[in-house]
Structures are given as structure tokens and as C-alpha cells.
């Protein structure tokens, strides 16, 4: 594993932009560096910030709570972000720190190899899948992204703060069940 603790130590030192004098904790992602299925968001929160791990506060309990819902543990796959710094105010991410952190992502993904990567929200499928395709036309239908089975899904805060997109997120996750139970073949 020391390629991985050199990762996580080069993510817990990066200057490369603003946020690192801002942040509290760098939040490097957490869970199984072997998964299967990897859950990329935006950027940390405030709780994650405080705690330097990503999705605890009450978007991350919704999000367990679908992984549990079919039939998985946290610690069952790996959960990331974009960027790993919290943005001031938790605005969305710029341009120029994606940039910045990206290649910790992309270092991350090639040393996971999963088999399926969800992208939550609108920000990691612009990243990682392409730019200004809208979430709410994508999201639960499976894409690829540089030969790795993509499915867009929509954040567990927007589930939280639209009632009416928990159901959408059900159906996200419904999908993510049903490319499991194939294989993860589409």
C-alpha cells in the first residue's frame, strides 16, 4: 500500500491552490481501496472539513443508508471527491481548483480500477464524464468515461433539500443494483 499513503500524504500537503489556506483537514476519501463501485461528490463540507472524512454529515447519512439499501457498507466501497479541500461557504468548486486536484482523482481512480464510478451531482459528472451535460436528462443510465462504466446519480444534498429528487435517487440506486447483479455489464 505505499503507493496509496504516498498519495494520501501528497493530498495532505498540496498547496497548489487557495483552499489549502483555508482548509481545516484535507479529506482524502475513505474505504475500500480495492472497491468495486466508487462514489465521486464535489468537494468536502464543513463536517468533512472538521473531520477530514468525506460525506459524515447528513448528505453522507443518506448516502450510507442507499449503500445499505442495496445491500453494501461504507466500508464496502470508496468514497471521494473532486477536490479535497472545503470551499469557503461550501460555494461550488472553480474551475482553477478542479484543475489543481484533479490528478489526485484520477490517481485515485487508476489505483481503485473500479468497476463502476457514480458520479454525485452535477460537478463530478462534468469532471469526469463531460462538461455541461445535464444531470436531471443522465442521471441512472450508464455511461463510459475512459473505458470505466460511469452512472450519474444525483447528490444525497439535493435528495435532502428536494424531497421530490429522494425519488430520483432511489432510482439511481436501483440501477447501480441492477448493473451489479449483471456483472456490472450493461
Given amino acids: 500500500m ?3 499513503e504516498d498519495l494520501k500524504g501528497m493530498v495532505s500537503v498540496c498547496d497548489k491552490c487557495e483552499l489549502s489556506r483555508t482548509r481545516t483537514n484535507t479529506v482524502f476519501g475513505e474505504g475500500n481501496p480495492d472497491a468495486e463501485i466508487m462514489f465521486v461528490g464535489e468537494a468536502p463540507g464543513k463536517d468533512e472539513d472538521a473531520k477530514g ?9 443518506l448516502l450510507d ?18 477536490i479535497k479541500c472545503r470551499p469557503p461557504e461550501n460555494r461550488d468548486p472553480r474551475p482553477e481548483e478542479i484543475e ?18 457514480c458520479t454525485l451531482g452535477r460537478h463530478s459528472l462534468h469532471t469526469l ?21 460511469c452512472l450519474p446519480m444525483y447528490h444525497p444534498a439535493a435528495a435532502l433539500y428536494r424531497r421530490s429528487q429522494l425519488d430520483d ?11 451489479m447483479d449483471n456483472g456490472f455489464y450493461m
Avoid at 134 to 148: A, C, D, E, L, T
Fill in 2 to 4: 505505499g503507493a496509496w
Fill in 53 to 61: 472524512r468525506p460525506f459524515v454529515g447528513a448528505a453522507g447519512k
Fill in 65 to 82: 443508508k442507499m449503500i445499505q439499501g442495496i445491500g453494501l457498507a461504507r466500508a464496502d466501497v470508496f468514497i471521494g471527491n473532486i
Fill in 100 to 117: 489543481a486536484c484533479k490528478d489526485f482523482l484520477f490517481a485515485q481512480i487508476s489505483f481503485i480500477s473500479p468497476k463502476v464510478i
Fill in 129 to 149: 464524464v463531460q462538461p455541461d451535460l445535464p444531470i436531471s436528462r443522465v442521471h441512472g443510465k450508464p455511461m463510459k468515461w475512459k473505458g470505466i462504466l
Fill in 169 to 179: 435517487l432511489k432510482f439511481d440506486f436501483d440501477q447501480l443494483k441492477a448493473l
